[in-house]
């Protein structure tokens, strides 16, 4: 299965569910009868990277990441949160470590030089981001959220790419140069 | 300067602003109180090129200056390749050759004012018994730095002499002999001492024979990165035969290394897989990794191997 594939099924199943007709006003559904109900967010990514064998490090070329979000009220918002995800996630899995001396508990890189975030050359060639709007009875105006989900994907899609690459997974992260090697080297 | 020991000559000051501005101070780095900016020096930006003579670089010329002379891309990529690899452009745009060589290492123990360790005075490493991933595996002994240049070992696997001025008058010598390891002086890098200038650097036409390499390996992307290890080298050859090899490594050791024994492997010989697997591993036979950071080995055997197929290309 291609990655578009995969995104059309996810996002049919997320389509079909009931919404009000275009139009209706629905109001703030934060009501007293959904007291103790809890929202579900769901959402999928797909990752393609590149492996360097020699020097374990990772690229990533490829992201797709769709969010079931309830109803958008501000579709350009949440497309940016996606990406925004998309980047973090993408750090969080190679790069994003807070450091500590062991003996002392002094944290060794409390800085942007050695804390490494990737620069804009780190974000894929090739990123897709979009959602659908199930609406949603407990959020307001049938709201959801893409805050924080949008970061979940990515790095457990990451991690299975790596497998997919060089047949290995690296059981830490960061998956740095170090890790990713000693991966390759326990296999 | 050399009457004053807390004088220091700033050039870009993309590397000594940081320094002071994180107040990291010991008996190697005290607390400049004066600043002396050679960038007014004239000519001292210069780059020229010669046949008969080589390039010359004033040490005021620009990573960007040194990346985009013609000459340079032509009859130098290696050296090309490295100054445009270093930092990020507008870092580029600011930073000299003069200080990328002698720029203080990226220690994250050394630029922490927590710690003080062998090398801003102190009697400890931290390194040792602490995290230690980007730290050397080679010729390591009291402090385990790695040299943060990219520049430093193109400059290296081009022959080039290095000219300073000391107080007792100019003085030029083999990049080889300037830069120094702990064994020699914890305290510094390089031969220069309170008050001396790195006023010239000059290299040899190469032989038209000569195909050049240089790759770097780092933590993301490509920009604004130092090197895990990078390597420069230049192969003289006609096709499948090396007749001379010069190959330099960053990132392994506390000065740019020479891999003297793959250059040894690998003279005279024809270019073959296995060849080019024994060079690699006799260059890191001595190499003694420190609890985190063994991986680097292997790094350095596969981009030798690499760098090599790729100036032969
Ligand atoms: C975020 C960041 C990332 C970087 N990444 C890389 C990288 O990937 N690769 C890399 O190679 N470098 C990297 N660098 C280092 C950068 O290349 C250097 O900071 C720059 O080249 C220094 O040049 P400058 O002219 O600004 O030096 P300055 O900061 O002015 O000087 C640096 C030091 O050299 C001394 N000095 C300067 N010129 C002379 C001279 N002619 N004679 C004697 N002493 C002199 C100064 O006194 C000072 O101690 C990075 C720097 C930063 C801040
Ligand atoms: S490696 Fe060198 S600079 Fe770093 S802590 Fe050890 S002595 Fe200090």
Same mark, same amino acid.
């Given at each position: 299965?291609?990655?578009?594939?995969?995104?059309?099924?996810?996002?049919?199943?997320?389509?079909?569910?009931?919404?009000?007709?275009?139009?209706?006003?629905?109001?703030?559904?934060?009501?007293?009868?959904?007291? /103790? &109900?809890?929202?579900?967010?769901?959402? !999928?990514?797909?990752? %393609?990277?590149?492996? $360097? @064998?020699? =020097? +374990?490090? *990772?690229?990533?070329?490829?992201?797709?990441?769709?969010?079931?979000?309830?109803?958008?009220?501000?579709?350009?918002?949440?497309?940016?949160?996606?990406?925004? /995800? &998309?980047?973090?996630?993408?750090?969080? !899995?190679?790069?994003? %470590?807070?450091?500590? $001396? @062991?003996? =002392? +508990?002094? *944290?060794?890189?409390?800085?942007?030089?050695?804390?490494?975030?990737?620069?804009?050359?780190?974000?894929?060639?090739?990123?897709?981001?979009?959602?659908?709007?199930?609406?949603?009875?407990?959020?307001?105006?049938?709201?959801?959220?893409?805050?924080?989900?949008?970061?979940?994907?990515?790095?457990?899609?990451?991690?299975?790419?790596?497998?997919?690459?060089?047949?290995?997974?690296?059981?830490?992260?960061?998956?740095?140069?170090?890790?990713?090697?000693?991966?390759?080297?326990?296999? | 300067?050399?009457?004053?020991?807390?004088?220091?000559?700033?050039?870009?000051?993309?590397?000594?602003?940081?320094?002071?501005?994180?107040?990291?101070?010991?008996?190697?780095?005290?607390?400049?109180?004066?600043?002396?900016?050679?960038?007014?020096?004239?000519?001292?930006?210069?780059?020229?090129?010669?046949?008969?003579?080589?390039?010359?670089?004033?040490?005021?010329?620009?990573?960007?200056?040194?990346?985009?002379?013609?000459?340079?891309?032509?009859?130098?990529?290696?050296?090309?390749?490295?100054?445009?690899?270093?930092?990020?452009?507008?870092?580029?745009?600011?930073?000299?050759?003069?200080?990328?060589?002698?720029?203080?290492?990226?220690?994250?123990?050394?630029?922490?004012?927590?710690?003080?360790?062998?090398?801003?005075?102190?009697?400890?490493?931290?390194?040792?018994?602490?995290?230690?991933?980007?730290?050397?595996?080679?010729?390591?002994?009291?402090?385990?730095?790695?040299?943060?240049?990219?520049?430093?070992?193109?400059?290296?696997?081009?022959?080039?002499?290095?000219?300073?001025?000391?107080?007792?008058?100019?003085?030029?010598?083999?990049?080889?002999?300037?830069?120094?390891?702990?064994?020699?002086?914890?305290?510094?890098?390089?031969?220069?001492?309170?008050?001396?200038?790195?006023?010239?650097?000059?290299?040899?036409?190469?032989?038209?024979?000569?195909?050049?390499?240089?790759?770097?390996?780092?933590?993301?992307?490509?920009?604004?990165?130092?090197?895990?290890?990078?390597?420069?080298?230049?192969?003289?050859?006609?096709?499948?035969?090396?007749?001379?090899?010069?190959?330099?490594?960053?990132?392994?050791?506390?000065?740019?290394?020479?891999?003297?024994?793959?250059?040894?492997?690998?003279?005279?010989?024809?270019?073959?897989?296995?060849?080019?697997?024994?060079?690699?591993?006799?260059?890191?036979?001595?190499?003694?990794?420190?609890?985190?950071?063994?991986?680097?080995?292997?790094?350095?055997?596969?981009?030798?191997?690499?760098?090599?197929?790729?100036?032969?290309?």
């Amino acid at each position: 299965m291609t990655i578009e594939d995969a995104v059309d099924v996810v996002v049919v199943v997320v389509d079909d569910v009931a919404r009000p007709a275009e139009g209706t006003i629905v109001g703030s559904a934060r009501a007293a009868d959904f007291e /103790g &109900v809890s929202q579900k967010t769901f959402g !999928a990514g797909f990752y %393609e990277v590149e492996v $360097d @064998p020699a =020097t +374990g490090f *990772v690229r990533v070329i490829e992201a797709v990441q769709v969010h079931d979000v309830g109803r958008a009220i501000n579709p350009m918002g949440v497309i940016n949160q996606i990406h925004g /995800g &998309v980047m973090h996630g993408i750090n969080k !899995a190679l790069t994003e %470590e807070l450091i500590y $001396d @062991p003996p =002392t +508990g002094v *944290v060794v890189n409390p800085n942007l030089d050695e804390y490494k975030l990737h620069m804009i050359d780190g974000m894929p060639e090739r990123v897709q981001v979009d959602f659908v709007e199930p609406y949603d009875v407990v959020g307001p105006y049938g709201a959801k959220g893409v805050g924080e989900p949008a970061l979940l994907p990515a790095s457990p899609a990451i991690h299975a790419a790596i497998y997919d690459a060089v047949g290995v997974y690296v059981n830490r992260q960061p998956m740095t140069q170090a890790a990713v090697l000693r991966a390759i080297a326990e296999l | 300067m050399r009457a004053n020991p807390e004088a220091r000559p700033i050039a870009g000051g993309s590397d000594l602003l940081g320094w002071i501005k994180e107040d990291v101070q010991g008996t190697g780095e005290p607390r400049w109180n004066l600043l002396v900016d050679i960038r007014t020096i004239p000519g001292s930006d210069e780059i020229r090129f010669d046949e008969a003579d080589g390039l010359t670089l004033g040490p005021l010329a620009t990573l960007d200056a040194i990346e985009h002379s013609p000459e340079v891309q032509d009859r130098y990529p290696v050296l090309s390749r490295a100054a445009g690899a270093a930092a990020s452009p507008n870092i580029r745009h600011v930073g000299t050759i003069g200080g990328n060589i002698n720029q203080r290492p990226r220690c994250w123990y050394l630029r922490n004012t927590e710690f003080d360790c062998y090398k801003k005075g102190g009697n400890f490493c931290f390194a040792v018994t602490g995290k230690n991933e980007y730290h050397a595996i080679l010729n390591g002994e009291l402090c385990y730095i790695v040299h943060p240049s990219d520049a430093a070992p193109a400059l290296m696997a081009l022959h080039a002499d290095a000219t300073i001025r000391t107080a007792d008058g100019e003085q030029t010598m083999p990049f080889d002999e300037y830069f120094i390891g702990p064994r020699q002086d914890v305290l510094r890098e390089n031969v220069l001492q309170q008050g001396d200038l790195l006023t010239r650097i000059h290299m040899p036409t190469p032989s038209p024979n000569a195909g050049m390499s240089f790759i770097k390996a780092q933590r993301r992307g490509e920009t604004y990165d130092f090197a895990v290890v990078n390597v420069a080298t230049v192969i003289v050859h006609e096709g499948d035969q090396i007749e001379d090899a010069s190959i330099v490594l960053s990132g392994v050791a506390p000065t740019p290394f020479r891999a003297v024994a793959a250059e040894d492997a690998l003279r005279g010989q024809t270019v073959s897989d296995g060849l080019l697997q024994q060079a690699a591993g006799a260059a890191l036979l001595r190499a003694r990794p420190m609890t985190e950071n063994a991986y680097k080995v292997g790094i350095s055997k596969n981009l030798i191997v690499r760098s090599v197929r790729e100036a032969m290309a």
